[in-house]
């Protein structure tokens, strides 16, 4: 007895559907890769969000506050040597907080809160003292991780990173 083998040959449309289910997933494979890279932070050392490297240690004498620009931060050095990284962002609506070094305090251009040099609050309507970014030390230099905010709701002498 035989055995038949009904083999259907494919046929032109087979083939082009097979083809174009094949290529329209790789397609959309793709596209799908490149959409979720294009969604991944790019940061880089140095940007915000990333480590910043503030400066030397030495670079920054007691009882004085220096604005990073790229950090979008402020180096607090207390008079007993301590550093804070204080974000510029005001509590109340966001406004970025200038320092005023004539009255020795951060005075937001907004509704008019006022933040001691440790960011604590003097004058409402903010809730709260200005947020803190992590500060480390490292052989000498004041490093930043801007992509770490830290809220609080009063000052801590443990918020405070000694050289």
């Known amino acids: 007895m035989s055995e038949t083998t009904s083999e259907h040959p494919v046929t032109r449309r087979d083939f082009l559907k097979i083809a174009w289910a094949f290529f329209g997933g790789l397609a959309l494979l793709e596209t799908t890769g490149i959409f979720i890279a294009y969604l991944q932070p790019r940061l880089t050392e140095g940007e915000f969000g990333s480590l910043i490297n503030a400066g030397l240690v030495d670079d920054f004498p007691p009882n004085s506050v220096t604005h990073i620009t790229n950090g979008r931060f402020y180096i607090v050095r207390l ?58 030390i490292e052989d000498g230099q004041v490093k930043v991780d801007t992509g770490n905010l830290l809220q609080r709701q009063s000052f801590e002498s443990a918020q405070v990173i000694y050289p």
Do not use: M
Not at 89 to 105: F, I, M, Y
Not at 124 to 134: C, E, I, S, T, W
């Open 79 to 136: 008079g007993d040597g301590g550093f804070l990284a204080v974000y510029h962002r005001c509590t109340h609506l966001g406004c970025t907080v200038p320092w005023d070094s004539t009255a020795q305090k951060f005075i937001c251009p907004c509704h008019n809160s006022q933040f001691d040099q440790q960011g604590i609050v003097e004058n409402p309507p903010a809730p709260r003292p200005l947020d803190l970014f992590g500060v480390s």
